[in-house]
């Protein structure tokens, strides 16, 4: 095991008591993680700052598939700097940074992260966007083009592209060589989905998307949809779906899952698929990491461009959550977790 000489055995972290939505969850000392106990496959970080994703407030409510034994400090992304490595971990020394998913833990000032599902931060890559490039660009990637098998030339509809999410995906969209067309609730959302990239918008929220797809002038048919809100918007962009089209399910931010008719699927010959990216890392470690190498590429082309809606410190980060369950950002909001001045790690 290699290892930076860590010392103390508590450290500031956020901690959910009881599960439930919104939550009273606050900072407090909890036991850290000591790299004497680090299993052969992991590797200690102190976390420089924690990407806020929507699943945190399911897995705080209680509701997500991933369930966390009481009390727990939640966040599944992080940016941090290794401090130690297992004994079964190859080609990672302490003092490199690195970003990844964790099942929970991210915020906290330090965390544990198992090998496969980690990367190095390229080097011009700052924190901020280091905390919110892992989930979102790794999610986006494996839903277009393992799952959705999006083509050049196709055209590519983002159900819920003001997310950090669905902003990836229209980068990622556009670097595979798609049209891409973005849909918001939001017309305030217009600028942030097509300074991604976008080809077009649409501010749609209920009713006929194709029709509105129609009046916006953007055509009607696309090749594949992205969906990260379901609940009615699911039906309304399935019919949106040209002939042989790809329904590409990610997640479920109305808070609803579909109701789809099987006879729309079967007249066009629609595919219906999910993408959970989580079991993807450890399943497949090697399509990762050359998942991430193609990524990694593409932001060092600048053809990836990660949107940082708002910083906010550990303290911050329970009514920056509430306000991302809300849709009030467009982007990622990251948590910054600094060094406090004077203190020798």
């Not at 200690?44 to 705080?60: H, M």
């Not at 190498?293 to 990836?304: A, V």
């Amino acid at each position: 095991m290699t290892t930076a000489n860590p010392s103390g055995n508590t450290m500031r972290a956020l901690l959910v008591r009881e599960t439930g939505w919104p939550n009273g969850m606050q900072v407090t000392e909890v036991p850290r993680p000591q790299a004497q106990a680090l299993d052969a496959d992991s590797v200690l970080v102190r976390v420089r700052a924690a990407g806020l994703n929507f699943a945190d407030t399911l897995s705080i409510g209680g509701s997500y598939q991933e369930k966390q034994a009481l009390p727990f400090v939640p966040g599944a992304e992080l940016c941090g700097q290794v401090v130690a490595v297992g004994a079964g971990v190859q080609g990672l020394t302490a003092g490199e940074r690195v970003m990844g998913q964790v099942g929970a833990g991210a915020y906290a000032e330090w965390a544990v992260m198992h090998q496969h599902r980690l990367a190095r931060v390229p080097t011009a890559m700052p924190d901020d966007e280091a905390a919110g490039f892992y989930i979102p660009y790794g999610t986006a990637l494996c839903a277009l083009r393992e799952r959705g098998r999006l083509a050049p030339g196709e055209t590519l509809l983002v159900l819920g592209a003001a997310g950090a999410v669905g902003l990836a995906a229209v980068q990622v969209g556009k670097a595979l060589g798609a049209r891409v067309i973005g849909v918001s609730r939001s017309e305030s959302k217009r600028g942030a989905v097509m300074q991604a990239g976008a080809d077009a918008f649409v501010a749609w929220s209920a009713g006929d998307l194709k029709r509105a797809l129609q009046q916006a002038d953007v055509g009607a048919g696309v090749d594949v949809v992205l969906d990260m809100v379901g609940g009615d918007a699911t039906a309304a962009a399935m019919r949106c779906l040209q002939f042989e089209g790809r329904l590409v399910v990610v997640g479920f931010t109305s808070g609803q899952a579909p109701t789809l008719r099987a006879n729309h699927i079967l007249v066009k010959n629609i595919d219906i698929v999910g993408c959970y990216w989580g079991p993807y890392q450890q399943l497949r470690p090697a399509q990762t990491r050359q998942s991430f190498q193609t990524l990694f590429d593409w932001y060092r082309q600048g053809r990836l461009n990660p949107a940082i809606a708002d910083t906010v410190p550990l303290e911050g980060v329970a009514h920056a959550l509430e306000q991302l369950a809300c849709g009030a950002y467009a982007g990622k909001v990251v948590a910054t977790l600094p060094i406090p001045s004077g203190v020798t790690e």
